[in-house]
């Protein structure tokens, strides 16, 4: 596979994980925190770092705004709930 390929098969795999945690509203940042060891915030900050990395000014709203679809606050005032006791504690001792 050639270098071109590659990437754009890598920016076709970025679109979908994209596309699915935007759909996916109810899973919450912490549980995939949780789960995996990063959430919607890693990912648009890794975008971020790739952009500065090519030269790119991207602020960090606007980088979540790309992960997130819509502003970050806006996604929280409309997804996001109280994480539960037993999320924070194995988000504490993980963290």
């Not at 919450?28 to 770092?49: A, H, K, P, V």
């Amino acid at each position: 596979m050639d270098d071109q390929t590659r990437t754009e098969i890598e920016a076709a795999a970025f679109r979908a994980l994209r596309d699915h945690l935007r759909q996916r509203t109810d899973v919450q940042n912490i549980d995939m925190m949780n789960l995996t060891g990063f959430c919607r915030n890693c990912l648009s900050r890794w975008y971020q770092e790739a952009a500065a990395e090519r030269g790119v000014d991207l602020g960090k709203d606007d980088a979540r705004e790309i992960v997130y679809g819509m502003p970050y606050d806006e996604w929280r005032a409309r997804h996001q709930t109280d994480a539960s006791p037993e999320a924070r504690a194995k988000f504490a001792d993980s963290h």
